[in-house]
Structure formats: structure tokens, C-alpha cells
């Protein structure tokens, strides 16, 4: 059987790129159901935004795609740079500091085997 790809992309997620990627790579090919109990036991704030792009990546090649539970694994997993927020803060002597909040991009990509499709059962009775 030929493998689907299906992704996920979770955009503008308010932590910085290098923080979520420290998490991203402890899940990078691995099967989906590892990868969540990882991610359930990771104490990193960082890991609750990567398991819901798993999880939506997950039910999108289910639901979307009708590929087999049991054979999705994460091919690739990429956490890139998003908008940056320009703010101020108070600085000595009356001035104001200039500071960015980073933003993070995570796409996540699912390979996983289409279901076998079950052939309609023949009615018995019928001649």
C-alpha cells in the first residue's frame, strides 16, 4: 500500500522557536502514539501546543484522509519562526527598551497506510 503524507500547521504560537523546538525534537520520527505519551509527560509549557498539532494532525489523516490508527508516524516535524511582536519596556532614567515577543510556526506531517476497505456483505437469503 502507498503511504499519505497529511500535516497540521499551528501558527503563531506564542513561545519562542527554539523552545519549541528543543520539544519538537523529542518526538521526531516516532510513531503518533508514542509521541503523545511523550508529549503528556514532558514538564515543558512548550509541549502543550506541540501535542495539540499532533493530535490535530492525527485526526486530520483519520477523519480526512482514512488512514489506519495504528500505522501513523510523524515524517517530519518543523518549528519556524513566526511574527515577532514589537513592545517597550520601562528602561533607566525615563526611557523605554524595545523588546520582541517571538512566535513559532509548527508543521507537522503524519505518514501513515490507508484502511483496508472492507467488500459489502452478499444478503443470504436473496436468490
Do not use: F
Not at 513561545?15 to 503523545?36: C, F, N, Q, W
Amino acid at each position: 500500500m502507498a503511504d499519505i503524507l497529511t500535516r497540521c500547521v499551528a501558527r503563531s504560537v506564542d513561545m519562542t522557536p527554539r523552545k519549541v523546538g528543543e520539544v519538537a525534537s523529542l518526538i521526531r520520527g516516532r510513531s503518533v502514539a508514542d509521541a503523545l505519551i511523550i508529549l503528556s509527560h514532558t514538564p515543558r509549557r512548550a509541549a502543550k501546543p506541540v501535542e495539540k498539532a499532533v493530535t490535530s494532525a492525527k485526526a486530520n489523516a483519520l477523519n480526512n484522509d482514512g488512514t489506519d490508527e495504528k500505522t501513523l508516524v510523524i515524517d517530519t516535524i518543523t518549528v519556524t519562526a513566526g511574527p515577532r511582536l514589537k513592545r517597550y519596556r520601562a528602561g533607566a532614567m525615563g526611557r523605554a527598551k524595545p523588546y520582541q515577543k517571538k512566535t513559532s510556526h509548527i508543521t507537522v506531517v503524519v505518514r501513515g497506510e490507508a484502511k483496508i476497505k472492507k467488500a459489502p456483505a452478499k444478503a443470504e437469503g436473496s436468490k
